[in-house]
């Protein structure tokens, strides 16, 4: 049976002191092989914005984990795979998500973003209610890591 295969890529950014999200880009890559910025509407077709919704849903837990934990997160990049059968059933999901911390906050503040803190968040995204709602035979994996540092 074939399979259709939804791409997203997303972009946002997180500036001090609030860490708040104040600026989002997703983009969905077309069948023509171009990303294409995406602008919720009632005119997008319904799947997907459920898709979009998905992706949304996990980047909201992501934030607000690293703000409750005062991880000094700059920036989030992410690539989000979601492939259904040719019925548009959703066969499984994948995430990577990759947060930049400020260069400008303090060691300290920055070595909150530890191995433990991280396995933490990534544990919580999981919790968004939009992924707890995909029926059980659906293959879901996320990943948070830090990004490299830019040199």
């Known amino acids: 049976m074939d399979q259709r295969v939804f791409q997203f890529r997303l972009r946002s950014s997180h500036p001090a002191p609030e860490r708040a999200t104040s600026a989002l880009v997703v983009e969905f890559l ?4 171009l990303w294409e910025p995406q602008q919720l509407s009632l005119t997008m077709p ?5 898709l979009i919704s998905l992706l949304l849903c996990q980047h909201t837990y992501l934030v607000a984990n690293a703000r409750e ?4 997160l700059a920036t989030v990049e992410a690539a989000f795979t979601v492939r ?3 019925t ?5 999901v994948e ?5 930049r911390l400020d260069p400008a906050a303090t060691v300290e503040e920055r070595g909150l973003a530890d191995a433990e803190a991280i396995a933490w ?3 919580r995204m999981a919790l968004c209610p939009i992924s707890r709602n995909l029926p059980e035979g ?7 890591q830090p990004a490299e540092a830019p040199a």
């Open 138 to 144: 659906v293959r879901k994996r996320i990943a948070l």
């Open 88 to 92: 548009w059933i959703v066969e499984s």
């Open 30 to 33: 077309t069948p023509a092989g």
């Open 46 to 50: 319904g799947f997907r914005l459920y």
């Open 95 to 99: 995430g990577d998500f990759r947060m």
């Open 121 to 123: 968040m990534q544990e």
């Open 69 to 72: 934990r005062r991880i000094p």
């Open 84 to 86: 259904t059968s040719s």
